[in-house]
């Protein structure tokens, strides 16, 4: 079993930054693939962004230019910078790592995003 313990989330103003953090702990080895998701109200989850072991990454286009996702692999810890946040980044935040070996998905707990206008 894989945990993920996450940290970071907050309220700030439009234009402000959040950094998240997520650790893995547990049965770390061969971890792949981490990355976030987020669901706002009433809405689907969705995928924000994407970072492999190897270090490729993927954006969803809405915040292409405005977040940084990156991981440190000695720590099992993937980060996701957050800058020139608008009032719709207002979500519950969700990271999540796979294991490769076996392809299981495992989740944080999640952290709210509050962005006022």
């Known amino acids: 079993q894989v945990q993920l313990g996450e940290s970071g989330g907050g309220l700030v103003q439009a234009g402000g930054s959040l950094r998240l953090s997520c650790a893995a702990s547990?049965?770390?080895?061969?971890?792949?693939?981490m990355g976030w998701y987020r669901q706002a109200p009433g809405k689907q989850r969705e995928a924000v962004a994407s970072?492999?072991?190897?270090?490729?990454?993927n954006y969803v286009d809405s915040v292409k230019g405005r977040f940084t996702i990156s991981r440190d692999n000695v720590k099992n810890t993937v980060y996701l910078q957050m800058n020139s946040l608008k009032p719709e980044d207002t979500a519950v935040y969700f990271c999540y790592a796979i294991k490769s070996a076996t392809m299981s998905w495992y989740w944080g707990q999640g952290t709210q995003v509050t962005v006022s206008s």
């Open positions: 970072i492999t072991s190897g270090g490729k990454i």
């Open positions: 547990g049965s770390i080895f061969s971890i792949g693939d």
